[in-house]
């Protein structure tokens, strides 16, 4: 099975910063890569897809990048609705699996 | 506008069953592939289980193979978990999602199933 490991678990950064969440695969999965925003009682928001896809409606201050086994989640300019939990998820092979997360907390 | 209303969750006791539902409406629901997503308290994102767009393949995790059964009915546009032999480890709110190619692209609000005695 293919574990995935983000990298911080949390991080403190202020409304402006500019943010990089890692995501490394156990072994390679191509672009099989999605990022998730998770805000609680609400529905979980699809932000990438395919690695470095913004899905439809998704600011453009976010963006996502690599292939095989390293992604990176790049939040450009904090707004104040970002503060929320992001998860990492690979769609290259059941099971799917989803990093542990990334809390982004206001400094 | 697509829309995934969970419903079913509640409490049960260990060694119990539930049904959990999904009702899935602005989109053709006999085109996507769809999957149940759950997070227990204070924990992360688990993927559970995804049913494929004709129904024929279905995929579990490890945690619940053998316990949980997915199934979809086209008739009715919705997507079911049936979870027997329920632990409390099991104590997540599951999420409906469906998917678009790898990825899960719409989910639900999520409803919350409890174990407990």
């Known amino acids: 099975d293919i574990q995935m490991t983000q990298s911080p678990s949390s991080v403190s950064a202020s409304a402006g910063d500019r943010v990089t969440i890692t995501c490394r695969a156990s072994q390679g999965i191509s672009s099989w890569l999605a990022w998730y925003q998770v805000k609680p009682g609400k529905a979980p928001k699809l932000l990438i897809y395919a690695a470095s896809y913004l899905q439809s409606g998704v600011p453009s201050r976010f963006s996502g990048s690599g292939s095989g086994t390293d992604f990176t989640l790049t939040i450009s300019s904090l707004q104040p609705e970002d503060f929320a939990t992001y998860y990492c998820q690979q769609g290259n092979s059941f099971p799917y699996a989803f990093g542990q997360g990334t809390k982004l907390e206001i400094k | 506008e697509v829309q995934l209303l969970e419903s079913g969750g509640g409490l049960v006791q260990p060694g119990g069953s539930l049904r959990l539902s999904c009702a899935a409406s602005g989109f053709t629901f006999g085109d996507s592939a769809m999957t149940w997503v759950r997070q227990a308290p204070g924990k992360g994102l688990e993927w559970v289980s995804t049913i494929s767009v004709r129904g024929g393949n279905t995929f579990y995790a490890d945690s619940v193979n053998g316990r949980f059964t997915v199934s979809r009915d086209y008739s009715k546009n919705t997507l079911y978990l049936q979870m027997n032999s329920l632990r409390a480890e099991d104590t997540a709110v599951y999420y409906c999602?469906?998917?678009?190619?790898?990825?899960?692209?719409?989910w639900g609000q999520g409803t919350l199933v409890t174990v407990s005695s």
């Open positions: 999602a469906k998917m678009t190619v790898r990825h899960f692209d719409y």
